[in-house]
C-alpha cells in the first residue's frame, strides 16, 4: 500500500471497476464499489468473488490472501460507501453529464481531503471538475482495458487541480505497478486520440477501397498487436463512434464519422456485443458478413502498400500534432503508444527512422487527396526544413541519435525514446 492511502472507492463494477479492483485487493487495498442498484453490487460482488476463486484454484492467490482479499472488498447501492476513503475513481458510462452528476454527488460522500479520480478516456478534465466544490482534489486518471494488467495510466491535470494532487496520485500508481504519464487535459488525451485518427481511417477505407482480411492483414504488417477490425468487434462499434464523436465535437472536420461507422451503429450492428458487425460471431470463428464489406478485395501489392502507408500516417499526423500541441513530450508520446496501444516502436521514433522529409511529404500527398485530416504539423514541416530529418541526420522528432546511427553504420534509438525496426511499412 502507499502512504496514507488505504481504502479505495471505485465508482461503477463494469468491465473497469471491475478491472480495478482485480489490481488493488491483492495488493492489500480496501476496496469499496459505489453502484447504481443493489441488484447491480450483488452481480459486481459475484464476479470478483469469482476472480478471486480462479486465482486461488490456479495456485495464483494463496488461501490467506484469498481470504483477506473477500474480507478487504465490498460493493453496495448508493455513493455512501465512499465515506472514509482515501482516493475514489469514477468509472461511470462515458457520458458528460452523468460523470458530473455524479462526480458532485460523490464530493458530497468523501472527505475534502480525498482525491477524486476520473477514469474517462476522452472527456475534458477542466470541464468535469468545473462544478466541484474542490476541484483542486480530482483530476484524470485513464487506466486502459483490462486495467489489471495493463500498465499505462494517462494522468490529466485540470486547470484547478493542485500540483499535491497530481504528485500524490503519481506516487500512488508507480508504487503499485503502474506506469503514469502526465498528459495535457484535452478532448481524448493522447492514446485515444491518435488510436481514434487510426480507426476513423480504416473506417474510411473498409467503405471504399479495402476488405476485412485486407485491413487485418495490413495491420500484421505493421506489427500491430490486433487487427482493426478485431479490436472494433470486441470493443463495440458503438464505443469507437462515441469515442469520435466527442473528438469531432472538439477537433472539426478531421474527426468526421466514415459512413461505414454510422451505418454498423444505426443498424446496431455493433461487434460481439451483437453477435454481428462486420463479422458473424454466431460462426466458429467469425466469419466476415460480406453484406457491407467484402471479405478481401484482392488488392494487387501496389494497392495494399498505398492503403498501408494511409494508415500509418493517420498514426503519424495524430502523433505530431499532440507533440506540436503539448500534449505530451516526445518520450511521453512514444511511451503512452507503446504501453498503451501496442504499437512496436514509438510513432515519433517510427517517423525519425523512416525520414521526416518522407513523412512530411507522404501527408502533403495525402492532405491534396483526402482533406485536413493529414496536413502535416508546423513541426514536421520546420524539422524537416532545417535539416532535421531524423536517424540518418542525427537528430529528428523523438531527440538526438548516436553518430553512428545518423551516419548510417549501426542501430540505436533517440536520446529521448528506443526505436525498433518496425517491420515493412515504408
Not at 486495467?147 to 504528485?167: F, H, N, R, W, Y
Request: contains cysteine.
Amino acid at each position: 500500500m502507499t502512504g496514507t492511502i488505504d481504502k479505495i472507492g471505485i465508482i461503477g463494477g463494469g468491465i473497469m471497476g471491475t478491472g480495478l479492483v482485480q489490481w488493488l485487493l491483492p495488493r492489500g487495498f480496501h476496496v469499496v464499489v459505489a453502484e447504481a442498484r443493489e441488484a447491480l453490487a450483488e452481480e459486481c460482488t459475484r464476479k470478483i468473488h469469482a476472480h478471486l476463486r480462479r486465482d486461488l484454484d490456479k495456485g495464483r492467490l494463496p488461501p490467506e490472501d484469498f481470504r483477506l482479499c473477500i474480507e478487504r472488498f465490498e460493493a453496495a447501492a448508493g455513493l455512501s460507501c465512499l465515506k472514509g476513503a482515501d482516493f475514489v475513481i469514477e468509472a461511470a458510462p462515458e457520458h458528460f453529464d452523468l460523470k458530473r452528476r455524479i462526480l458532485r454527488k460523490a464530493e458530497d460522500a468523501v472527505a475534502p481531503g480525498t482525491i477524486l479520480a476520473s477514469n474517462t478516456s476522452a472527456l475534458p478534465i477542466t470541464a468535469l471538475g468545473a462544478s466541484l466544490k474542490r476541484p483542486e482534489r480530482f483530476l484524470g486518471t485513464h487506466f486502459f482495458n483490462p486495467a489489471q494488467i495493463m500498465p499505462l495510466v494517462e494522468i490529466v491535470k485540470g486547470v484547478d487541480t493542485a500540483g499535491e494532487s497530481v504528485e500524490r496520485t503519481l506516487a500512488f500508481l508507480t508504487a503499485e505497478g503502474k506506469k503514469p504519464i502526465r498528459i495535457k487535459d484535452c478532448p481524448g488525451f493522447l492514446v485515444n486520440r491518435i488510436l481514434g485518427a487510426y480507426m476513423n481511417e480504416v473506417m474510411w477505407l473498409l467503405g471504399e477501397r479495402i476488405g476485412i482480411t485486407d485491413a487485418e492483414g495490413m495491420a500484421k504488417d505493421l506489427r500491430l498487436p490486433m487487427g482493426p477490425v478485431t479490436l472494433g468487434e470486441m470493443v463495440g462499434w458503438d464505443i469507437i463512434r462515441a469515442s469520435n464523436e466527442t473528438l469531432r465535437t472538439y477537433y472539426g472536420s478531421r474527426f468526421e464519422i466514415p459512413p461505414l461507422l454510422d451505418r454498423l451503429t444505426r443498424e446496431n450492428r455493433l461487434g460481439l456485443k451483437t453477435g454481428r458487425g462486420l463479422l458473424d460471431h454466431r460462426s466458429r470463428p467469425p466469419a466476415a458478413t460480406e453484406d457491407i464489406v467484402p471479405a478481401s478485395r484482392n488488392l494487387d501489392g501496389r494497392a495494399a502498400d498505398r492503403a498501408k502507408r494511409q494508415l500509418l500516417a493517420a498514426i503519424w499526423a495524430e502523433s505530431i500534432r499532440c507533440l506540436d500541441e503539448g500534449v505530451a513530450g516526445a518520450r511521453e508520446i512514444d511511451d503512452a503508444l507503446v504501453l498503451g496501444a501496442g504499437l512496436p516502436m514509438g510513432p515519433l521514433a517510427w517517423a525519425d527512422e523512416t525520414g521526416l522529409q518522407e513523412v512530411s511529404d507522404l501527408l502533403l500527398e495525402l492532405t491534396g487527396e483526402f482533406g485536413e485530416r493529414f496536413l502535416p504539423s508546423p513541426v514536421l514541416r520546420i524539422y524537416a526544413m532545417s535539416g532535421y530529418n531524423g536517424v540518418k541526420a542525427g537528430r529528428g522528432l523523438a531527440g538526438a541519435y548516436p553518430r553512428e546511427s545518423a551516419e548510417g553504420n549501426g542501430g540505436g534509438g533517440a536520446d529521448d525514446a528506443s526505436a525498433r525496426d518496425p517491420g515493412e511499412a515504408r
